[in-house]
């Protein structure tokens, strides 16, 4: 199982990135895709998540109206398109692929993608 983040970078604030994350080694269309972020000193910061077959989309109310989730089934990647970045939206942001069975969870993770929002 591996989930790879890429997209990351500096950019200035009211500037746009775009997030990819690449899955492989599991039934990527089976699973929720969720961002998240960290900045440092805070606590991982849930921002969005879209189902596996990627009709139904959530954000947190700090994103919302500002970032996009989505994802390529035919592909294996999720995106999550930023726009009008501030400087508190610098963080590693994470993808994470969640899904729940009843017999357990399986939930995995990327290595993260360092966002710098800066002047």
């Known amino acids: 199982v591996q989930l790879v983040e890429s997209g990351g970078g500096l950019v200035q604030p009211g500037g746009s990135l775009t997030l990819s994350c690449a899955a492989s080694g599991f039934a990527f269309n089976q699973f929720l895709m969720r961002w998240y972020r960290q900045a440092p000193g805070k606590e991982r910061e849930f921002l969005a998540t879209?189902?596996?077959?990627?009709?139904?989309?959530q954000y947190s109310e700090d994103v919302k109206g500002r970032f996009t989730i989505s994802r390529d089934n035919n592909k294996n990647t999720a995106s999550l398109q930023m726009n009008n970045l501030q400087p508190e939206d610098t963080a590693v942001y994470y993808c994470?692929?969640?899904?729940?069975?009843?017999?357990?969870?399986?939930?995995?993770w990327g290595q993260g993608t360092q966002v710098t929002v800066s002047s």
């Open positions: 879209i189902t596996g077959p990627g009709g139904s989309r």
């Open positions: 994470n692929a969640f899904k729940s069975t009843s017999r357990a969870d399986y939930d995995y």
